[in-house]
């Protein structure tokens, strides 16, 4: 049986981590043995659900410590830079050609230390995957593969007479719910009986919630964390996604999944996500006043039923975790056998 290490040097739980516990439930569900380290312990053991080995891993010294536990590995699977570091730093042990996910448009290391030693990862590194064609072109070179990861099968959610307005999204700066705020308040929805609800938490929050009190927008509601996403949008009438520069957005295809409509800034991975849909309800990055012309375009229950099934056809089609799944096997494939980089199959075969 073929085993693979999955590291996340975090003690979250957001996009990446999710990305990490969907492909490990996925791979486990083909025959390989799984192993993961870091992450939030309780959510990742909660996502994985018995499906492969947990690690905690939140600190580079505690990672590497769990890696020391776990022996020797076919693939040693790393995400963003922290992870890719303990990858290296413990091949000793897990013996293991290194495939590292790229999952934010940016170059390698956020931190003084990251960028100085990125070099160094680099060229320790087997095979890079970027997660979408927006990352792949903001990252040093041209990865092996580009892979715009999966979710898994949803029935279909949504229902017509759902009047929520779904905000799903870490309310950090880079997310731009403000602008989401400002199209709610600018679409007039609230006096057509619709409400926002908006889950995530982040360093915004605060900032947001006065925001609301002092404008006296109505209908808004923070619900905070929540790990019940199916729950949330089985109410959702639609979902708002903001980001000036998403580097992909797991809200965005869930939605499309569960069958929700997706109004979304037209930037970044959104463009490779929800932009695949013809006539898709997009605005410019930033801009509420397009963002709320979008929402107001939904109110039409043949519009939003249209809209449902033209994204879950597009998710079924084209972004699945199984499908998703066939094309990281090729590349852990690739990965045991060869260390050159270049354009891969499994490019070729997504491109098909």
């Not at 990305?19 to 390989?32: I, L």
């Not at 295809?253 to 970044?268: C, F, I, N, Y």
Request: with cysteine.
């Amino acid at each position: 049986m073929p085993r693979v290490l999955h590291i996340v040097t975090t003690a979250g739980f957001a996009g990446v981590e999710r990305y990490v516990c969907n492909v490990a439930a996925a791979t486990a569900g083909r025959g390989w043995d799984v192993a993961v380290v870091g992450g939030d312990a309780a959510r990742m053991h909660a996502a994985l659900d018995g499906t492969a080995r947990y690690e905690p891993g939140a600190t580079l010294l505690e990672s590497l410590r769990s890696v020391g536990r776990l022996g020797r590995f076919d693939i040693c699977h790393a995400h963003m830079t922290a992870a890719e570091t303990v990858a290296i730093l413990g091949r000793r042990v897990h013996r293991a050609p290194i495939v590292s996910t790229r999952h934010f448009a940016a170059r390698r290391g956020a931190s003084v230390l990251g960028r100085v030693g990125a070099p160094w990862i680099s060229a320790r590194i087997t095979r890079e995957i970027a997660i979408g064609e927006f990352v792949a072109a903001h990252i040093e070179r041209r990865p092996a593969a580009v892979l715009v990861t999966g979710v898994p099968v949803s029935r279909c959610l949504w229902q017509p007479a759902n009047r929520t307005v779904l905000v799903l999204q870490r309310l950090a700066p880079e997310k731009d719910t403000t602008t989401a705020l400002r199209a709610w308040e600018a679409s007039g929805l609230a006096s057509e009986g619709w409400s926002m609800s908006i889950f995530g938490d982040g360093s915004e929050r605060a900032m947001l919630e006065r925001w609301v009190a002092s404008h006296g927008v109505a209908g808004v509601s923070f619900g905070g964390w929540t790990d019940d996403v199916p729950a949330e949008l089985s109410r959702a009438g639609m979902l708002l996604a903001t980001a000036v520069a998403e580097p992909l957005g797991l809200s965005v295809l869930d939605a499309m999944a569960a069958g929700v409509p997706v109004v979304a800034a037209a930037a970044g991975g959104h463009l490779e996500t929800a932009g695949l849909i013809e006539g898709a309800p997009m605005f410019p990055p930033g801009d509420h006043a397009a963002a709320a012309r979008a929402m107001r375009s939904l109110r039409s229950d043949p519009v939003r039923r249209a809209l449902s099934q033209d994204g879950r056809r597009l998710v079924t089609e084209r972004f699945t975790i199984d499908r998703y799944t066939d094309l990281l096997l090729l590349e852990y494939a690739a990965a045991r056998v060869s260390r050159p980089a270049g354009r891969s199959r499994a490019v070729a075969e997504q491109a098909a």
